[in-house]
């Protein structure tokens, strides 16, 4: 598909991602070191791009966040950015399924000097979510589910279970090239995905929105969900 300019649409949300960042994004190197570090190391391009990296941190001050849950780290990238808008004795709890992967995170964030920030876990997150639960007595001010799209409901339970009246939960790629409006898919990324939204606009406890995005990262959008004082009737 071409565009007025000649390019195709892709690269055209490339071009304007590479021109808003210039702009708008200071370059840092230990984030652009992680990406490079990633990307030498074989892990899939899965991390958000710099502009909604940025939004994160930007979300994440909005809130006053000092507690977050990251359920998906890969290399960290993600986790950089939103450390860095943590004060000093805030915390992200980010989990990791791939030992390789959580590997990855914790040079990129030791080189970054934000370990102090991170309480890395690796494994399935179903089976590291009720240590959490445990250890963790204080709920979460923001939480961001970014993992195996399958278990987005799953996640969704927890977060609720996790988190206080005025929480943000966020959930990346939850439109993946429009085919979550492929009613009949069979894909299950896609079906969870598909629930995980339902369970939201269904949830008298939840607000929500969700956005449509193109970029660097494709055709994709995000859902924000704030957590309610007093359920609604839904
Ligand atoms: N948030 C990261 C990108 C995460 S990509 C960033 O923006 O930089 C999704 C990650 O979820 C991958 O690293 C994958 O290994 C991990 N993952 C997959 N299944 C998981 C599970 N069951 N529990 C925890 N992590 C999982
Ligand atoms: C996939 C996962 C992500 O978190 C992402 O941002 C992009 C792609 C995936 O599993 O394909
Ligand atoms: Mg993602």
Known sequence: MNNVNGSTQQQTW???????????????????????TNTEAGLPAHDVAPNQGRLLQLLLQIQGATRVLEIGTLGGYSTIWMARALPEHGRIV?????????EMAQANL?????????????GPALTTLPDIQEEYREPFDFIFIDADKPSNPDYLRWALRLARPGSLIIGDNIVRDGEVINADSTDNRVKGVQSFLKLIADNPRLEATALQTVGSKG??????????DSPTAK
């Open 14 to 36: 490339s071009q304007v991602d590479d021109y808003l960042n210039a702009l708008l994004i200071p370059s840092d190197s230990l984030l652009e070191q992680a990406l490079r």
């Open 110 to 122: 030791t080189r970054a000097g934000l370990m102090h920030k991170i309480d890395l876990r690796v």
């Open 94 to 102: 980010t989990l990791e399924a791939e030992p390789r992967h959580a």
């Open 219 to 228: 055709y994709d959008g995000f859902v924000i969900a704030r957590v309610l």
